[in-house]
């Protein structure tokens, strides 16, 4: 795939990129483990290379694969997590076309799909844990709208959180009521991009176990496919330690990345 593209010969409309980072977790640090895990599941021989968009993901002009940030070397080079977080940030930078504020000139609209808000200001002292990224990027003004999906562990401070910020939040208590304008959603008028973020435990535990913080009721697998729109996305929190012994969640996690992958490929066309 490397020499097709380094002849000209294709360009991928989507990029995988891996981010093992687990040391911030408030409970749990599996999910460092995650990428190979999740890269072993897309193209597991238990399936094919179709997607349900009906792209293939061995088509260089769908996908290419980047490899992972090497967080661990970093740490163990004495960087500290303010350092590392730029260096993440710009290597995120590197394999997203349109993406980031910095190239289209402005914030963004971000879908996020959660069971937690993660929009704490602080979690006991540390600004950089997984229950905080959002309050950074609210903070930082990189979002226009923020909307956060399937919340079902909200506590009073993430909801203070998100009136300070005028995030809309929508709990699963509510989803059946809401399911209609999320899955209607008009995302991006007026500004250059949309960024997804779903996080696996978005999903009911029934669907995805292998999480770091199980919290049941939450989305089945085809509600999230039918909330999310096209553009560039992550997915995080997939926790192998916690996973069945048949990678059920693996391999939930991989069918995410390749129905949005495909979706991604769809709208370039």
């Known amino acids: 795939m490397e020499l097709v ?28 483990f995650a990428p190979p895990q999740i890269r072993e ?9 179709s997607t349900e968009e009906g792209k293939e993901l061995n088509d260089p002009r769908v996908l290419t694969d980047v490899g992972d940030v090497p967080v661990q070397e970093i740490r163990d080079c004495g960087v500290d997590d303010d350092r590392l977080m730029n260096i993440i940030s710009e290597s995120v930078k590197l394999v997203m076309e349109e993406g980031c504020v910095e190239k289209i000139g402005g ?18 002292g540390n ?10 990027i609210m903070e930082g003004g990189y979002a226009r709208r923020l909307l956060q ?6 506590n009073s401070a993430g909801r203070e959180q998100g009136k300070r910020f005028g995030v809309e939040q929508y709990e699963m208590r ?19 991009g949309v960024y997804i973020s ?19 009721g939450g989305l089945s697998f085809c509600d999230v496919l039918n909330i999310l729109h096209n553009l560039q996305a992550d997915v ?31 709208m370039k066309e």
């Open 236 to 266: 995080v929190e997939f926790n192998p330690q916690r996973d069945t012994v048949d990678g059920m969640t693996a391999m939930v996690a991989a069918k995410l990345v390749r129905e949005l992958t495909a979706k991604i490929s769809k």
């Open 5 to 32: 593209r380094a002849l000209g010969g294709a360009v991928a409309s989507s990029s995988l990129l891996g981010v093992p980072l687990g040391h911030n977790s408030s409970f749990l640090q599996g999910p460092a």
């Open 127 to 136: 600004k950089y844990p997984h229950a905080s990224s959002f309050a950074r």
């Open 41 to 49: 599941a897309i193209w597991c021989g238990s399936t094919n290379a």
């Open 198 to 216: 779903v996080d696996v435990d978005c999903l009911d535990p029934a669907f995805a176990p292998g999480v770091s913080h199980i919290e049941p």
């Open 107 to 124: 914030p963004l609209d971000i879908l996020h799909l959660d069971a937690h808000p993660d929009i704490y200001h602080a979690f006991e």
């Open 149 to 154: 999906v399937g919340l079902r562990s909200i």
């Open 174 to 192: 509510t989803f059946s009521r809401d399911r209609h304008i999320l899955e209607n959603l008009k995302l991006g008028e007026g500004v250059k």
